[in-house]
Every structure is written in structure tokens, then in C-alpha cells.
């Protein structure tokens, strides 16, 4: 494995990189076309939009309050915005703010080009990873065509960067690259090691927290074992700093973040996958799209690195080469994330599936080396002519799915079908002539490349902006929910639904399962508690859309429907006044204290850091179905006419 | 060393019984899967697609052969009256006589029907090892032969969507098509032997009765080596060989006569199967670019395997005559199988992708010729892959190659196993639950983003509540009016069933009688204004079934309404605001309409005299007599292409029936 072989000259090698990488850049450039980074819409990925939605929020945050961290009143009846849910968000954040601020660009453009400039990336900091794990230049080119290969065209990896994970594909990716810097840190330390693994971690786990998950124990493990093998040897005060640096450059959310981990909730819903889903994994079969990303398994790159990468491990163990062990538990680890822990009770929500990408990323490296030792002249002159043909027979098997891979990533590379004539061509009878024009199919649904939010969605948004009466916006389908938010100044109910707050249980369609969406009197209890004043339908929901006591159709744009509560209820559980509500700021007016209590509470979720000022303090009101409860607000002593709750931070 | 050998032989032999009966073993595991003994013996029509039509087919050739002892009818229940068994089962005769034979000791003919098609499965390893032996294949190349006839029948796409749909007599025809070209290649080869000669006589006779599409697919491979061999055949073998010929001929004369004469209502249509050259290329990465060309979904692993093996293995035979020192010597050389095969694999691909380019052949559905060029292309693939596949070949590999092997089956696994599943979706383990994102995104789905929906493709019964709405049609229908069927195969199980007069079944009925077809008319059964109601009157409509939304039709609240719905509103039963009737001209009802036979009753006018004449909304046919004194004259009509009855002169009671005289043209 490790037997030097003959190297390709300079230009040969500068050859096959461009090659590759133009082709790299090529379908990168298709998928995230500027056209579309340039539009002021966001791109229609669903988790697109919960991001800029919380970028937004952030932005806004930051300018104001200096903060990173807030209360968002306007979502969920009042979530902390910054805190627990967008810890996947950091980089993606201060990426397309530090543009927006540098540059002058549109805050929604910087945002939209973290995605185009990530991908851009993701071979050359793989190809990087290979070089600082000793891969020669042979090999590290292979390395970098097969994550080229499974970047565009491996269904999870694919999934994330065209949904809206794209953080996750990123930290994937630079975990990798920091793994293997500090694994060449360890066997040949040096300052600018340390310094480019501590700044690569850093910037991993800035990317997305479960950076962490991904290298706790290869990077644990590797240390360990080069301190019982090589005890002089290992740098601790080197390996100490790297984490304390990369602690240290994401202590500004994980301090917060850790200050409220109470609001925690387990919302584990989409990537659940067990043991078995290995298998239908590699013979891409679909048993769940929930699961597995909405999409039938294309794994060919990722099981044939990981096959390859196996094969490269088990000859680096025999040859005592100690890379093996940083590989075996990098991808072991991994894959162990990706397939069992979604059997863990409490781990669940950590969406295990996502974890096949850094394994299938760690595996693309290190598969290049056993690939490197078969694809040689000398072995395939030793074969017989009838293995030969027993291979070339295999290999021409392999290629439909090579093929369904490149259409998986490109659909437009096959020509689409003419229509086809059956009875459509067929003479009719004269004198019953009734053309009728067959359109094949909605054209619109035959790219992988991201598109723009499309103009129905956009047209709702404005019509709900226009909505005259105060009070909350149920939205059913967690995406417009999302977008609904930081397109309108309305108060929404809705959007992503496991965001692993507590807060989600403002949330009517967070479970189907969810009485409040399968008994009547829980439905209206729930409209008067949250002050829903309108509700936006996309998919038919027989249970809800029948009640028409306790809604009236209003109006239709698109597939969504509109309808109005009939309630007349207001944003007070108790009492009466007016609210405005802004981010980390509810201001009242005209408020009247409940006469009996001579408190007043708001229809708002309750946070601790929320200050009342003048003359009046708050405290949390339990509310059924929601663990958070509302404000309440009494005076000190009597209620003022005015005031103004503010996030005291 | 001789005892030695011996053992070895034994052993060898032992093997390739154990392996073939294992391969039988499961190929009729598979068939029994596929065929269901409880729906074979349910004696219940299997009712997939086609079969529902070749059950309709069946039941009209038992009932004329039962009245007239011919297989075709005048139909007055299907399409306002059509000539049935004439021109659209010429290639179903031999299943329509098989199950009059059975019917004639008391089979129930649904099972003798359904038998036919596990019979057909049943075969198929069985021929596979005839085929074998015809072409002299080792042992070893005989087994993998069956095994991939075997996987070939299940697990390649087309192959299976033939069976499955219902074109299993081009199945079977596939399958004795190539038994026929290793009877004529020992013929040609063993010219003392008479056997294969008399074999191919009466393999090539039933084939002619049964399908004679297959003469297309083995005209070329036998036509060459007879060719090739014809100076070295002595007078007698030539002889025998005409006869051969001579017999097929007659045997198509069961059919064939009558098609002749009706061949003037078909129409230069055709619908499916028809692909162009560039389908090769999406056969090859299995895209599925058009169903109605290659079947629903496309899974071509196990032909693409025999194409290549068949293809190198052809190249290897041509390459050994290539060092000899003349042509003679080279031909000799060369292995005799080699220009069969060359012709059968070109022949039948050329027909398969370049045959829409000629009507002639484009009507016979060219791809079909892809079962033929599979299962003949398989023969040299066996003698290859037996070959490569010797334990002598693998042993002496080194390390890394083995494990680059291994890596390389590992690659292809998945592809098989998914071959597999999509056939046998009862076993998969897939929940199934993303039909609808499925069925949305149709280039997605092409580039196989999701799966092409797919369904058990294992034969059924007919669902139960056909019976149902049979039933209710029954107690409703009677003679006052006919049944638009939109569901093809619903339409097709009314009409063989039961006395329900329907307009419906297979829509692309490539003859003039379809213009009596709503969805032929037009796809969606859009009829603007009053076409629809001048449709519905027409052919007398009483009622429209509907299985699939045409919401343009189902929404002509003018002409339909609501009565009944089946199968949870999956089928719905709309009855006609016209007042249908049978009578175009004059007055009087339908007293009985059955297979050859139409009795009516003519009223007089108010005047109390008879009309001079009627005119029924029945097809005409040039074989319908009148009795009593009466003639049948044809009155034209603007939209429909084949006409009305005229009963000239009108009389009280009058009866329409077939008198077969097929002199002039009918």
C-alpha cells in the first residue's frame, strides 16, 4: 500500500486536477447559478429557510443590542431566537454578515452565496486532508475525483447542500481536513500545524455543533494512543491548546446556549435510521424518505469508498501504519453515529442520518490508496484474459449506475422524452375532432439545481402582509411557515417543527399525532390561546379545514388556502391592553389589570432574561400543552398604563 | 489417472444435477410466486392487463365454437357489434384451442386458461436445456444457460412485463422460436437424423398457429445457415425442409383466411413497443424513457450480461477461423454456431430499435423481438461465462485481484437485488410511503431520483368488486341501452363475463369498430357540447363507469349523472340523460342480443303500418343474414367508419345472425 509508485509528472497532475475540478466547478456553477444568488429571493430549499430566517433575526440582534442572542415574540408566540436551535448556523451567519458589512452586499445575497463558495471548497479541502494524511499526488487526485463523485452525486450529501444543510456538509467536510492536520500535528508537530488545526476546528465546529460529535473520539482516540505509544513524544501542551482555541473561538454561543440548555425539548423526527438502514443504504432501497432524505439511496460513491477505504485500512493495519487507527475510528465513529444512536433515547435528535457524510467523506480519502493499488498496468497484465473479461463484464454492469449517479446529478443531461405517441398521434374519427394539447409534464420539476422561492409563495407573503387584523398566523407547512416570518412583520405560528425547543409546543403541526389537531374543542382552545387570527392550509387536512365553526374560508393563492378564526379573543390571557411586538421588545399600551388579580398576562412566551419596566416585574403563567407558560406582569405596586418588557440579557 | 478421471466426472456430474435442480428449484419457486396456484385454480380469468382481453377472446372462440365450430363471431356485446376472433387474436388461436381441449374433459376453462400461463413459466428451464443440448453445450455451459433464461424470465424488465402483461403467447413463442433455430441448426448439421427435422416441423407448425410474429425474429438466422448450407443439403434434406415450410403455412390457414377478410377494417395504427435507435442507449443505463415503448420500467442487467457475453463469445468463435489459410479453411475453423447467432442478435436488435421506421414492421410491435435476441444471445453467453467461470480460473488469481473481483461484484449487488425487489415488491422492505413524490417528478424519476412506481407485477384475479358492479350492471342494463367503460381492463372482464353490451375495453383497437370507443375518440372522453350527447346517442348509451378522473366528462352535469360508486369511490357509475335506443330509424326494441345472433321487434307507426325499413345502432357486418325475408343493408355514418344495420324490409319480429359466408367481402 504504501510502496512508492511511479509519480506522474507536474503537468500531468495539474492536468487531471483542472480536469476534474473544472468539471467539479462546472456542475456546482449549474446548481447554485448566480442568476439565482443574485435575485432577492432566497433559494426554495426548505431549511434555506429557517436559516435566513435566523439570520435575519441575528443580524438585527447584533446591530441593535450587541447581542447574538435574543427574543423573538413573533415566532411560536415568543422563542429565544440564537440560542439553542441556529447553534447549526454560526459560520453560515457570520459568513453573509461580515460580506454584508464588508462589501455593502445584500445581507440575503452574502447569504446565498455561503452555499456556491462551501461546495467550491469542499474537494480542495478534501484534497488538502489527503496531502496531510502522506496520500501521494496519485493518490490525493483520486481521493479528490471521488469526493468530487460523491459531493454532486451521493443522495445525502446532495440532499444537504440543496435542502439547506449546507453547515452540516461543511463541517463534514473541514472535520475531515481537521482530523487529519491534527493527526499530522501529532507525528510531526510543529507551530504552524497547531496553528492551522486549532484554526481549522474552530472553524469547524463554528460551522455546525456537531463537529464535535463527528471527531470526539478520532480525535480523543488518536491523541490517546500516540501518548501510549509515543509518550515522549506527544505535544499535550500542543493538543491542550488546540482544543482550548477552539473551545474558545465558539464560546460566544455555546456559553449562552449552555445558560438556557433547560429549554432543551427531544424533538427527534427526520434521519432516524438503525442497523439496518446500512444495508438498504448500499442496495439503495428506499425504506423511509423521512429518514434517509427524501430521496431513493444513491450510494455508489459512498459504499464503494467505504468498501475501498476497508480494504486501504486493513493493509495500513498490517503494515503498522498508525493511520489505520485514525481511519478506522473516523469512519467507524461515524457510522456508528449515522446507524445506532438513533436507538439511544435522548440521542436521537442529533438526526443520526446526517453522520454517513463525514463517514463517506472520511472513506473518500482514504479509499484512494487500495484504489491507487488495483488500478495499475502490472495487475490487470497478470490476469488471465477470462478474469479480465469476468471484470470488464462486472464494470460494464456498474455503468447504468455510474450513469443514474451523473443523471442524479445533472437530470438535465437526459434529453427529456419527446411526447409519446399513443392515442394522442393516433387519426381520430372525422367529424369528432376535439384537440387536446398533452403537456408531458410540469417542466419546473426536472432540476437538481437550487431555485428561487417561487412567485406563489412570494404572492402569499404579501398578501398575508397586508392583513389588517392583529393576531397570529397558524401556517401549516413548516417551510412557509419560515419564510412567512422573514418576509412578513406578522406573527407566525409555525415553521420548523423539531427545533428542539420547548417553545415548539406553540406549534399546531409540529406531531400529527398532536390532540389539539384531532379534537375540535382542543383546536379552538388552542386558536383562543395562542390568538391565532389567521390559518394558512397547503396540504388538505380533512379535520381542520371542516371546522368551519371555527373558521371561514377567506381566500386561495395557489395550493394555499386561507382562512380566518372566528374568535375574537386578543393577545391577553388576562386583563386587556394593546401590544406591539418587536424583536426582544413587547410594548403595552392602555393596559388594564385583570380586576381581580390586578395582573395582566400576555399570550407571549415566558423567558427569564425578559425585564418590565417601569414599575412592574414579571413572572411565568402555566399554560396546557406547553411547558414554557406565558408572561405575567403585575405592578410594583399597581400595574402602569404603559410599559415595556425588554430582554435584559 | 483413469480412475482419477472418473471420479472427477462423477463428481462433475453430481454437481450439475444438484446445481440444476437447484436452478429449477427456484424457478418454479418463482413461477409459483409469480403465477399463484390460487389464482390459477380459482377458476377465476387472470385478469393483468392483456389477459383480460385474451380471457375475452377465449370465451368468444369457446361460445362460437361450441354454436358454429369457428373461432371467430359476430359479437353484437363488444363496440356496437364487432367481428370477434377475426383480426385481433391471430396470435392467441393456439391458447384458444388449448383451452376448448381442456373444456372438452371438463377443465374448467379459466383454470385451462390460467394453466397455459404457469405452463409457460414451467417451460422455461426445460427448453432452456433442450436449447442446450440442440446447440451442444457442455455441462456446465447447459446450467448457466438455464440460470439465465431463468433470471432473464423474471428479472429482466421486458421479458417479465411480457409474461406479466399478457403477451405470453410471444412468451412461449420466444422461448420455441429458439428451440425451432436448434432444430433447424442439427438438421442442418445431422442430416441422417430425422428427428430433428420431424421436431422442427412440428415446432415451426405450432409456431405458425401461435404466433407468427416469430417468424420475423428467426427469418434471418435460419434463412443464413440454410444459405450457408444449402449446397451440402442433398434433394431429400431440402425437401423436408420445404415441408417443414408447407406445413407451417398450412397451419396458419386456422387463422388466417378470415384475417385475410377482414383485413380491411384495420387501421394503420400502431401504439406500443415502437421505440427508435436511441432507446438502445436508455435500454443500456436503465432509463426508463417511454412505458408505452419498453414496458414500465426498464431493468436491463441480465440482457446487457448476455448481449456482451454473446457478443465476446461470438468474436472469440469468428477469431478462430481468422489464422486459417483460405476462406474454406476458415470457415471451417470457425464455429458453426457463430452465423446463427450473428444473424439472430443483429436481426432481432435491428428489428427492435430501427423497426418503427417501416409500417410493415412497426406494426408488429418491434420490440417485442427483444425476448427472442435475449434468450438466443444467451446461448453463446452461457458457453462464455461457463467458460470464465471455471474454479481453474479463480484459483490462480493474485490477492489483489481476487479482492478487485470482490470489489467489483460488490458494485453490482445492489443493481440485481433491486432488479429483484422491483418485481417482488411483497418482499421488499420498503414502506412504500413516497408514491406520490414518485409519480410528481418525472425526470427525477427517469434519472432515477425515485423508483418508477411500480406494482406487484405477479398475477390476479379480478378484484372483487368487478363482481359487484357486474352484479348491479346485470340487474340494471338488460336491453335498454350500453355500458361505457373507462377502465381497459374492467371493460374487457364485462364483455367476456356477461351480457352487459359495453363500449370499452383495449382503446387502441387498431380497427374501425374502435370509433364506437369513447377514450379512442378522444383520451380524456372530452366531447365538447353536443358531440358528447350525439356520441351517447349514437350507440345507445345508458350508462358510463368510470375508474379514472376525466374530470371534463364526470363534470358534464348535462349529460351525466351520478348513480352508483364501487371500490370506495375508485369507480363511480354515471347514468345518460338521453333516452337510449337501440333503433336509429323506426320504432322497436332489442329483444335478445347474443354471440351471432340479434332478435328483434320492429312497432308500426302511428299510421299502424310497418316502416319500409329500420336502422339499428349495431355495426354492420357483410356476413349478418335476416330472417325472416328480410336483408341486412349498411347505412353509412359520418362518424363511424364501419356503419349501421339497415333490416330491409321491416318486419314484426325480425332475427339478425352470422352466416359465416365469407364469399364476398365482409
Known amino acids: ?649 | 489417472m483413469g480412475g482419477e478421471q472418473a471420479t472427477l466426472e462423477r463428481r462433475s456430474r453430481r454437481l450439475f444435477r444438484g446445481g440444476l435442480l437447484a436452478v429449477v428449484a427456484l424457478h418454479v419457486t418463482l413461477a409459483l410466486y409469480f403465477v399463484p396456484p390460487s389464482v390459477v385454480f380459482s377458476k377465476k380469468p387472470i385478469y393483468d392487463i392483456d389477459y383480460a382481453l385474451h380471457w375475452y377472446h377465449v370465451e368468444r372462440a369457446l361460445e362460437s365454437w361450441r354454436g358454429a365450430h369457428k373461432l371467430w363471431s359476430y359479437d353484437p356485446h363488444v363496440l356496437a357489434g364487432h367481428a370477434a376472433g377475426a383480426l385481433e387474436d391471430v396470435s392467441f388461436k393456439a391458447v384458444e384451442l388449448w383451452v376448448i381441449a381442456l373444456r372438452a374433459v371438463n377443465v374448467h376453462p379459466a383454470v385451462a386458461f390460467n394453466l397455459f400461463a404457469l405452463l409457460v413459466h414451467l417451460l422455461v428451464p426445460l427448453l432452456a436445456y433442450l436449447v442446450g443440448h440442440l446447440f451442444r453445450l457442455e455441462r456446465r455451459q447447459r446450467l448457466v444457460l438455464v440460470v439465465l433464461w431463468s433470471m432473464l424470465w423474471y428479472f429482466d424488465s421486458f421479458v417479465h412485463w411480457v409474461w406479466f402483461c399478457g403477451m405470453i403467447s410471444w412468451a412461449l413463442a420466444s422461448q420455441l422460436g429458439i428451440v425451432a433455430l436448434g432444430l433447424l441448426y442439427r438438421s442442418l448439421e445431422e442430416k441422417t437424423k430425422k428427428r430433428y427435422i420431424i421436431g422442427l416441423a412440428l415446432v415451426t407448425s405450432f409456431l405458425a398457429l401461435h404466433h407468427p410474429f416469430i417468424a420475423l425474429s428467426i427469418a434471418a438466422p435460419a434463412l443464413a445457415i440454410y444459405i450457408r448450407d444449402a449446397r451440402r443439403l442433398g434433394l431429400r434434406r431440402h425437401a423436408a425442409l420445404v415441408g417443414c415450410l408447407a406445413l407451417s403455412v398450412l397451419a396458419t390457414m386456422v387463422w388466417l383466411p378470415t384475417a385475410m377478410k377482414f383485413a380491411h377494417y384495420m387501421l394503420k395504427e400502431d401504439s406500443f413497443l415502437r421505440p427508435t435507435i436511441d432507446y438502445f442507449l436508455y435500454d443500456l443505463f436503465d432509463l426508463t424513457r417511454s412505458p408505452d415503448q419498453t414496458g414500465p420500467t426498464t431493468r436491463t442487467m441480465w440482457r446487457v450480461l448476455v448481449l456482451a457475453a454473446g457478443s465476446v463469445c461470438l468474436w472469440r468463435w469468428w477469431r478462430a477461423g481468422r489464422t486459417a489459410a483460405s476462406a474454406a479453411a476458415a470457415a471451417e475453423a470457425r464455429d458453426r454456431r457463430t452465423l446463427l447467432f450473428f444473424a439472430l442478435g443483429a436481426s432481432t436488435l435491428l428489428l427492435a430499435y430501427t423497426g418503427s421506421v417501416l409500417y410493415v414492421t412497426r406494426v408488429t410491435q418491434p420490440y417485442r423481438h427483444i425476448v427472442p435476441m435475449a434468450l438466443g444471445m444467451a446461448v453463446p453467453a452461457a458457453v462464455l461465462l461457463g467458460d470464465l467461470l471455471r474454479p481453474t480460473q479463480l484459483r490462480g488469481l493474485s490477492r489483489p485481484a481476487k479482492l478487485l473481483l470482490v470489489f467489483a461484484v460488490l458494485m453490482v449487488l445492489p443493481r440485481f437485488v433491486r432488479n429483484v425487489l422491483l418485481f417482488m415488491p411483497s418482499i421488499e422492505i420498503s414502506k412504500r410511503d413516497t408514491d406520490q413524490m414518485r409519480s410528481r417528478h418525472s425526470r427525477l424519476r427517469l434519472a432515477g431520483y425515485f423508483d418508477s412506481p411500480t406494482y406487484e407485477m405477479r398475477q390476479r384475479k379480478p378484484p372483487k368488486y368487478a363482481y359487484r358492479l357486474r352484479r348491479w350492471l346485470n340487474r340494471h342494463v338488460g336491453q335498454s341501452g350500453r355500458v361505457v367503460v373507462e377502465d381497459y381492463m374492467l371493460g374487457e372482464f364485462l364483455a367476456a363475463t356477461s351480457k352487459i353490451p359495453v363500449l370499452g375495453g383495449l382503446k387502441q383497437r387498431s380497427f374501425h369498430h374502435g370509433d364506437a370507443h369513447l377514450f379512442r375518440v378522444d383520451p380524456g372522453g372530452v366531447l365538447p357540447g353536443k358531440q358528447l350527447e350525439s356520441y351517447l346517442e349514437r350507440y345507445a348509451v345508458r350508462y358510463v363507469v368510470m375508474t379514472k378522473l376525466y374530470k371534463q366528462l364526470e363534470w358534464r352535469k348535462d349529460m351525466l349523472k351520478f348513480r352508483k360508486a364501487f371500490d370506495r369511490g375508485r369507480t363511480r357509475v354515471y347514468e345518460t340523460r338521453i333516452k337510449p335506443d337501440y333503433f336509429k330509424r323506426g320504432k322497436g326494441r332489442i329483444i335478445s342480443q347474443t354471440l351471432n345472433r340479434i332478435d328483434g321487434e320492429v312497432f308500426a307507426g302511428d299510421d299502424g303500418k310497418l316502416p319500409a325499413s329500420v336502422e339499428l345502432r349495431f355495426h354492420w357486418m357483410g356476413t349478418l343474414r335476416c330472417l325472416p325475408a328480410c336483408r341486412i343493408e349498411r347505412v353509412p355514418d359520418n362518424d363511424d367508419r364501419v356503419g349501421f344495420i339497415r333490416v330491409v324490409p321491416a318486419r314484426p319480429r325480425f332475427t339478425i345472425y352470422n352466416g359465416y359466408d365469407l364469399s364476398k367481402r365482409p
Open chain 1, 1 to 649: 500500500m504504501t510502496a512508492p509508485k511511479p509519480s506522474n509528472s507536474k503537468a500531468t497532475r495539474l492536468a487531471i486536477f483542472f480536469v476534474i475540478y473544472g468539471l467539479h466547478v462546472a456542475v456546482v456553477f449549474h446548481a447554485i447559478r448566480p442568476s439565482v444568488i443574485e435575485s432577492p429571493l432566497n433559494y426554495e430549499g426548505v431549511d434555506y429557510q429557517t436559516h435566513l430566517e435566523q439570520t435575519k433575526t441575528i443580524a438585527y440582534l447584533l446591530e441593535r443590542y450587541g447581542h447574538l442572542w435574543g427574543y423573538d415574540p413573533n415566532l411560536l408566540a415568543g422563542q429565544p431566537a440564537g440560542l439553542i436551535f441556529d447553534v447549526d448556523n454560526k459560520l453560515h451567519f457570520l459568513f453573509s454578515y461580515g460580506i454584508h458589512r464588508l462589501t455593502g452586499a445584500r445581507l440575503i445575497v452574502a447569504f446565498k452565496l455561503f452555499p456556491l463558495i462551501s461546495s467550491l471548497l469542499a474537494p480542495l479541502i478534501l484534497l488538502l486532508a489527503a496531502r496531510m494524511l502522506r496520500l501521494d499526488w496519485r493518490q490525493s487526485l483520486c481521493a479528490f475525483g471521488l469526493c468530487v463523485f460523491i459531493w454532486l452525486s451521493d443522495h445525502a450529501t446532495r440532499f444537504m447542500w440543496g435542502v439547506g444543510m449546507i453547515s452540516f456538509a461543511t463541517a463534514s467536510y473541514l472535520s475531515v481536513l481537521a482530523a487529519a492536520l491534527f493527526f499530522r500535528y501529532l507525528t510531526e508537530p510543529s507551530i504552524r500545524r497547531l496553528a492551522a488545526t486549532a484554526l481549522t476546528l474552530a472553524i469547524a465546529l463554528n460551522a455546525h455543533v456537531w463537529a464535535f460529535a463527528i471527531l470526539v473520539v478520532p480525535l480523543i482516540g488518536t491523541y490517546v494512543w500516540h501518548w501510549r505509544k509515543c509518550e515522549d513524544k506527544t505535544p499535550h501542551i500542543g493538543v491542550w491548546a488546540i482544543a482550548l482555541v477552539a473551545l474558545g473561538a465558539n464560546l460566544y454561543w455555546l456559553a449562552p446556549a449552555l445558560r438556557f440548555f433547560k429549554l432543551v425539548a427531544p424533538s427527534g423526527i427526520v434521519g432516524q435510521t438503525g442497523p439496518w438502514y446500512l444495508l438498504t443504504d448500499y442496495l439503495e432501497v428506499l425504506i423511509n424518505a423521512f429518514n434517509t432524505f427524501f430521496s431513493s439511496p444513491h450510494t455508489l460513491g459512498r459504499f464503494g469508498a467505504l468498501f475501498a477505504a476497508f480494504l486501504t485500512l486493513r493493509s495500513m493495519r498490517r503494515e503498522d501504519d498508525p493511520r489505520w487507527r485514525l481511519g478506522a475510528l473516523a469512519i467507524g465513529w461515524s457510522l456508528f453515529l449515522a446507524f445506532f444512536i438513533a436507538l439511544i433515547p435522548g440521542l436521537r435528535e442529533m438526526e443520526p442520518y446526517r453522520f454517513v457524510v463525514p463517514a463517506t467523506l472520511f472513506a473518500a480519502v482514504l479509499a484512494a490508496p487500495w484504489l491507487c493499488s488495483v488500478a495499475t498496468r502490472e495487475l490487470y497484465a497478470g490476469l488471465s484474459p477470462a478474469v479480465r473479461a469476468l471484470l470488464i463484464f462486472l464494470l460494464l454492469l456498474v455503468v447504468p449506475r455510474v450513469a443514474g449517479h451523473i443523471f442524479y446529478a445533472v437530470p438535465e443531461l437526459i434529453p427529456y422524452p419527446s411526447s409519446t405517441a399513443t392515442l394522442h398521434a393516433l387519426p381520430r374519427v372525422p367529424g369528432l375532432q376535439s384537440p387536446q394539447q398533452v403537456m408531458a409534464t410540469d417542466l419546473s420539476q426536472t432540476t437538481h439545481s437550487l431555485r428561487p422561492v417561487p412567485e406563489i409563495a412570494m404572492k402569499l407573503a404579501r398578501y398575508i402582509d397586508r392583513l389588517p387584523e392583529e393576531g397570529r398566523i397558524v401556517v401549516q407547512h413548516w417551510a412557509l411557515g419560515e419564510l412567512l416570518r422573514h418576509t412578513t412583520n406578522k406573527s407566525i405560528l409555525g415553521g420548523f417543527p423539531d427545533r428542539r425547543l420547548k417553545h415548539e409546543a406553540a406549534h399546531l403541526f409540529r406531531r400529527p399525532q398532536d390532540p389539539r389537531l384531532n379534537s375540535a374543542t382542543e383546536l379552538a382552545h388552542y386558536l383562543v390561546r395562542y390568538n391565532a387570527r389567521y390559518l394558512v392550509m397547503t396540504d388538505f387536512h380533512a379535520v381542520i379545514e371542516f371546522q368551519r365553526r371555527l373558521f371561514e374560508f377567506k381566500h386561495k393563492i395557489g395550493p394555499h388556502r386561507i382562512y380566518r378564526v372566528r374568535h375574537r379573543g386578543n393577545y391577553f390571557m388576562r386583563g386587556n391592553g394593546n401590544v406591539r411586538a418587536l424583536i426582544n421588545r413587547i410594548e403595552v399600551r392602555d393596559a388594564v389589570a385583570h380586576k381581580d388579580t390586578q395582573q395582566l398576562v400576555l399570550r407571549f412566551h415566558y423567558l427569564r432574561t425578559m425585564r418590565c419596566r417601569p414599575r412592574c416585574r414579571i413572572f411565568r403563567v402555566g399554560i396546557p400543552f406547553d411547558d414554557v407558560g406565558f408572561i405575567g406582569v403585575e405592578g410594583t405596586p399597581t400595574l402602569p398604563r404603559t410599559f415595556i418588557l425588554e430582554n435584559g440579557y
